[in-house]
């Protein structure tokens, strides 16, 4: 009985480690990354004409529709040297017009001319008067002189578009001058809300200067970039769950386009990395939400109902394949297991456990295969608040 006591005083205790059981449910791979809500239709009205812009009363985030006037322009006076320098290009083009027939008529009496040569080499060449040679060289002759005309005409019709273009600026400006004074009114072209307003204060604009940027308020799409080595996997229509975007309830959308091109940004680690944009658009959008905000966003990849799964804590690695401590009447027995899919807190296992069976969390070091294990009791929660 001594001897008993003393082999039991001296028995290692059992290492306390965490577990966990085997379940089965469901399980989903997914890419999480950070995103970027975006407005889908997005319009920015520019100035049509050069002129003095009144100032713009409208603010960021009011609605306007298709009557509403952005902005009213009084277009400047006409300046007369540009006018002048408008003559002058036509009177150039029409010269250089003129000179163009001048050589295609040259180069009509030269073809013809070509045309008699050959023909009476022909007719000598039959009773053996001229060389071959000098019948070769009449054709040859013909032949560049026909190559000549056409590019005479082709000039020449190149010279009478410059005439048209140079006509039609002058018609520009002359329609310019006759909207002198009178007030142009900006009007979006469709219903939306206001994102930017670019050019707030009374200012003498250029044509095409931006003035503002619409957008339709019912239609947000999802931008999130993702390495280029997970873009491969994600496939139009995978369903996108949109979290921590100030909300309560986890938003749905579904992707519509991964961007055929990649481009390269540099981490936080300052490391390049190769990102393409993912596009999503929200299957219910949100009212609270508004271009440019942020969110977390999980497309998922691949997901089952019903799958055996195992903690990602309880995996480690033997040699090429994955193994997991089981709990066995105390002890602790290394089972090699096949693992097909996983996510950050679960993996699918394929054989090696059953349901139901138990596990170690966070397997120690010192813990070996047949080593005695206790479940850890779990930490008590504060329930009372501080």
């Not at 306390?16 to 950070?34: K, M």
């Not at 902005?71 to 006018?83: F, G, N, V, Y």
């Not at 998922?300 to 804590?313: A, F, G, M, R």
């Not at 297991?337 to 456990?353: C, D, M, P, W, Y």
């Amino acid at each position: 009985l001594l001897a008993s006591l003393i082999a039991l005083s001296l028995r290692p205790k059992p290492m306390q480690v965490e577990t966990a059981r085997v379940t089965r449910g469901p399980l989903q791979v997914s890419i999480d990354e950070d995103g970027e809500t975006r407005a889908h239709d997005r319009y920015t009205l520019a100035s049509p004409v050069a002129g003095q812009l009144s100032r713009i009363e409208l603010h960021e985030g009011d609605s306007v529709g298709p009557s509403t006037v952005i902005a009213t322009i009084t277009p400047l006076p006409l300046d007369p040297r540009e006018k002048a320098e408008a003559r002058a290009r036509i009177q150039s083009a029409e010269a250089l017009s003129r000179e163009a027939e001048q050589q295609v008529a040259r180069r009509v009496t030269d073809h013809e001319q070509t045309q008699r040569d050959l023909n009476r080499a022909k007719e000598l060449a039959k009773d053996r008067i001229i060389a071959r040679q000098a019948l070769e060289q009449a054709q040859s002759a013909e032949s560049a002189a026909a190559k000549d005309l056409e590019a005479a005409r082709f000039r020449a019709q190149s010279a009478a578009a410059e005439v048209k273009r140079a006509q039609a600026s002058l018609i520009s400006l002359e329609a310019k001058g006759k909207e002198t004074g009178k007030t142009i009114f900006v009007r979006p072209p469709a219903p939306g809300r206001i994102l930017r307003v670019l050019e707030k204060s009374d200012r003498v604009v250029t044509a095409g200067t931006p003035l503002l940027v619409l957008s339709n308020p019912n239609r947000l799409e999802i931008v999130v970039d993702v390495l280029s080595t997970d873009a491969v996997k994600i496939r139009p229509g995978a369903p996108v769950l949109i979290e921590n975007w100030g909300g309560p309830a986890t938003l749905h959308a579904r992707v519509r386009l991964v961007e055929p091109y990649g481009f390269t940004k540099v981490s936080a680690l300052g490391i390049e990395e190769q990102r393409v944009n993912v596009i999503a658009d929200f299957t219910e959008p949100p009212d609270r939400l508004g271009d440019g905000y942020r969110v977390d966003a999980r497309i998922v990849t691949w997901e089952n109902p019903d799958v055996l799964k195992v903690p990602v804590s309880a995996l480690f690695r033997v040699g090429d394949s994955w193994a997991v401590f089981a709990v066995d009447r105390g002890r602790a027995a290394r089972r090699l297991v096949g693992i097909v899919h996983r996510n950050s807190f679960e993996a699918e296992v394929t054989k090696g456990l059953d349901s139901g069976a138990e596990v170690v969390l966070h397997p120690p070091n010192e813990l070996t295969d047949g080593g005695r294990v206790a479940a850890r009791e779990p930490a008590p929660q504060n329930t009372t608040g501080p």
